[in-house]
């Protein structure tokens, strides 16, 4: 039997290190070739580690949501033949223990007798937990809270001050707390027994005990990278927000006719390929709109191409894959795009290529798109366009009140490059657009 040490790949690009997102096997597991052992997180994307070798896992070296530099060995194999132990360098290797069993959230382990502290390793602590159990009651206080009653009107319940804070704290009003003390003074068993459920409320109706629960939960992997992003295009970019009404009344009818009259093979339409197609349009126009700002070297990068990046929710968490040259496209090869990208963000075979290169961003919710919002810019993008929902509403024209569909565009855009005047004639130009669908077609 020999040893097999596996190391946190090189994934390239420059990436110095990765978070475990996720372990596949356990100690004891065996193994097959190729079947994937972990999964583990870059700034890029998400990569799956396959063994090499067939083996039984002797050990692994890293928690979820631990980051873990280049080269360091995460997971040791046991198996035939010599392995490659020797091959592995000193300097990259990670220690190798095997896991130390862990005690329950229920119990505490009690200390081992002096002698045998010293042959035998103490067991490692239990994992950190906020949960909060409800109080056990027992004796007197769980005895007067089965009978309690709401106080007559104007009497006032007696309580120390430490007692009265847990109550606030807890959302109890001590009216309805029986007191077990002289002069039926609240103690703090009679508050737990009352929190355990056992009080009662005016007209004898059994009080609801407060939820004191809390989930101690970890932000790691792909959660993570959303956070880390989020918080730094907010604490670096001023943020300009514009919105603006469209009535999308005609391209609504005109994209509804498309799908009718569409093609075999021809993806089902929405209103997303006619907004992008409208943006490549304007951007035309405002080149500044597709641009990356180093603002550590004072760079715009301007470019000719439209990547249009388009944020799509997945099971994991926002991602925005990339239509890459959105210039090229007509509507329906945006649309079959579109479609394409996020199916494969959603079911996890988006390639990391199709995930970076973005020049300008497309956000929007759907029919939860809401009246407003607010979106954040793509760094180091300078812009981003939010579509809301399409309503119904009463537009006056032609001296009467006619029904027209309504959509706003909510656009942010970093105020270091963009001027409020270019942001608002930006959005002008694409509410002309889409309220006159004929030009989208119309070669500028």
Known sequence: MGLHKIQMPDVGEGITEAEIVEWNVKVGDVVREDDVLAAVMTDKATVEIPSPVDGTVKAINGDVGESVAVGTVIISLDVEGPGNEAEVSEAASAPDP???????????????????????????????????????????????ASAAVPRAEGEKPIASPAV?????????????????????????????????????????????APNLNVEEIRV????????????????????????????????????????????????????????????????????????????????????????????????????????????????????????????????GSITRDELTGSTITISSLGRMGGIVSTPVINSPEVAIVGVNKVMVQPVFKDGGFIPRKIMNLSSSFDHRIVDGWDAAEFIQRIRGLLENPATLFIDS
Do not use: C
């Open 98 to 144: 095997a896991p130390a069993p862990q005690p329950s959230p229920e119990s505490v382990p009690e200390p081992a007798p002096e002698s045998a502290a010293a042959t035998e390793p103490a067991p490692a602590p239990a994992p950190k937990t906020a949960t909060v159990t409800k109080p056990v009651v027992t004796g007197k206080g769980a005895a007067m």
């Open 164 to 208: 009265r804070k847990r109550a606030m704290d807890a959302g109890i009003k001590l009216t309805y707390v029986q007191g077990s003390g002289p002069a039926g003074r609240i103690t703090h068993d009679d508050l737990d027994a009352h929190m355990a459920g056992a009080g009662a409320t005016a007209g004898g109706i059994a009080s609801r």
């Open 220 to 347: 790691i992997g792909l959660r993570r990278k959303i956070a880390e992003r989020m918080q730094d295009a907010k604490s670096r970019i001023p943020h300009i927000t514009y919105v603006e009404e469209v009535d999308v009344t005609e391209v609504e009818s005109l994209r509804e006719h498309l799908n009718v009259n569409r093609k075999d093979g021809q993806p089902k339409l929405t209103i997303l390929p006619f907004i992008m197609k409208a943006m490549v349009i304007a951007i035309k126009d405002y080149p500044k709109l597709s641009s990356h700002y180093d603002d550590g070297n004072d760079v715009l990068y301007q470019y000719g191409a439209a990547h249009i990046g388009m944020a799509a929710q997945t099971p994991g968490g926002l991602m925005v894959p990339v239509i890459k040259h959105a210039e090229i496209h007509d509507i329906w090869g945006l649309a079959g795009e579109s479609k394409r990208l996020a199916d494969a963000a959603r079911d």
